[in-house]
């Protein structure tokens, strides 16, 4: 990838761092030959709380490698995800805030004025240390007073926990306080992934494709990574699951998945649209877990990433009665 490609990759990990057991139901039929029970669903027993009351990060500061569940809970009034960016050896928040920050504060002061070019130039001062950095999962985007679980497998090392949606003022909230260290220990946490019971595939070359349908109720859904790339906007591909209200318009939510584009990323979030968790960006060969439980309706399952539908990469689906 060319230096300005990872320059902006940086640029939005930068803002990072200054800173029931309950059977889901049967459908018994009504002729007594045919009785059919939906798979089990169980909720994860341990997971690792994650919680936003405002513009901040409240969770543990240090956890075990291996698999663990975060169960981030979104108390703010505001749209929210994080992304673990995992950072190169002995690098942390502190070079972050002395070597890149000025560079970031630099760039992004241009381009917030207009001066693209020039902006995107600063960013050739980054130290190159800031290239190694690795997303590796995490939460999707997640509506205000909602609850997303999700499911990654995390090695070793020092990761930011960051959250880069806008303020309506086009601000990052990485820049507002969501950014948190957090140490993943060499112990392992001993857990195994969970049971899922549909399974995506996510790839650039043939976009967001699923082994069923997607019917009522509770779900967890396994999300395999095939292929990675940055897009035209220097991002991977994740996935975020997605309510739409009969109201809601398609093209709005498309194009409000593009941070690059003045309102993108940008809350108050379109009208109709109501983000229910999701995995994010991970190393092609990944596979990341969400929960969900889903109510009959429209919904969709979209990356954040420009031109979903032309990629494959924006599936609408509806949860039948
Ligand atoms: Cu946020």
Known sequence: MNYMKKSFILLLILFTVLFNCKTEKKSESIDTT????????????HVIDVVSTGMNFQSVDTIPSGWN???????????HFFLLDKYP????VENTLTDVAPVFAEGMDLINNGKSEEGFAAFNK???WYFDIVFSGGVGLIAPKHTATTTVKLDPGYYIMEC???????MFHTLMGMAKPIIVTDEDSGHSPPKATINITLSAENGISYD????KGKQIFSVFVKDQKPHENFIWHDINLVKLANYAKEEDL???????DPKGLITPVPEGITFLGGVNDMPAGSTGYFYADLKP????LISEVPDTKSKGLFKIFEVKQ
């Open 34 to 45: 045919t009785v059919e029970i939906a798979a089990e669903v169980k909720e994860p027993k």
């Open 69 to 79: 569940t975060f169960k981030y809970q979104n108390l703010s009034n505001e749209t």
């Open 89 to 92: 050896e002995g690098k942390t």
């Open 126 to 128: 980054l130290p190159q």
């Open 164 to 170: 880069y949606v806008k303020m309506p003022n086009g």
């Open 212 to 215: 069923k349908d997607i019917t």
């Open 254 to 260: 498309e194009a409000w998945m593009d941070w690059s």
């Open 297 to 300: 309706g429209k919904y969709a």
